[in-house]
């Protein structure tokens, strides 16, 4: 038997596409389905919630919320992890979309990024002695393109952060003084003709992002 002309309805249960990812110091990292309404709280839970470690017979969390970020379409969205998560400030609890990213970076695990106009750019554990120059020394030179007069370094979180700028030329010939730096700063070699640090930080993220989920893969896949 044949139906002539059929109606069908097509009923559909999720959507696989949509989805949003949260990387770093929560129990189940990964990337996650989008079906229904969901918060970063309700993100953090479904992931298991932060890692915890043991120190000194105590339970001390890993996290590092100061940097801490939710990046959509290659922007920082102005969240603060501590007033959420520490004190409950609903204001930060906002619905994700899809694309979006968390990261939760570790508090114990210090990194440095080096990134933009450099031949490696890279990730390094931070280290008592480190320096920009001696930083940028092992990125394995710059690209034509840099900019070498106005090197950003951004440090804090992403959304709002304490930008320095420095010149490297000065710095090599002492005419401008080094910086030290500290665990979590961001080391930018923007190329020339770049002014808007809006447009400097949209290049940031992603960047950082891809260095982030290279690393775990990496880690996963030797897992």
């Known amino acids: 038997r044949f139906l002539l002309a059929p109606k069908v309805s097509v009923i559909v249960q999720e959507f696989n596409s949509q989805q949003y990812t949260i990387f770093g110091e929560v129990v189940e990292p990964g990337v996650y389905p989008l079906t229904t309404k969901v918060t970063i709280t309700k993100a953090l839970a479904g992931a298991g919630g932060l890692n915890r470690g043991q120190f000194r017979a105590t339970t001390v969390e890993l996290a590092d919320l100061t940097?801490?970020?939710?990046?959509?379409?290659?922007?920082?969205?102005?969240?603060?992890f501590v007033q959420l998560v520490r004190f409950g400030d609903l204001r930060y609890d906002i619905s994700l979309q899809p694309g979006d990213?968390?990261?939760i970076p570790s508090g114990l695990s210090k990194e440095v990024y080096i990134l933009g106009?450099?031949?490696?750019?890279?990730?390094?554990?931070?280290r008592e002695d480190m320096s920009v120059t001696r930083t940028l020394a092992q990125a394995e030179g710059f690209t034509p393109d840099a900019d070498l007069k106005r090197i950003h370094i951004i440090r804090g979180s992403l959304h709002n952060p304490t930008v320095y700028m420095i010149n490297y030329r000065a710095v090599l010939e002492g005419e401008a003084r080094e910086i030290a730096l500290e665990p979590g700063d961001v080391v930018y070699v923007p190329p020339t003709g770049l002014t808007s640090f809006s447009r400097i930080i949209d290049k940031i993220i992603p960047a950082v992002q891809a260095l982030q989920v290279g690393i775990i893969l990496a880690d996963t896949v030797s897992d």
């Open 67 to 80: 940097h801490a970020f939710i990046a959509r379409e290659g922007e920082v969205l102005p969240v603060d």
């Open 101 to 103: 990213y968390i990261y």
């Open 117 to 126: 106009e450099v031949n490696n750019p890279m990730l390094f554990a931070f």
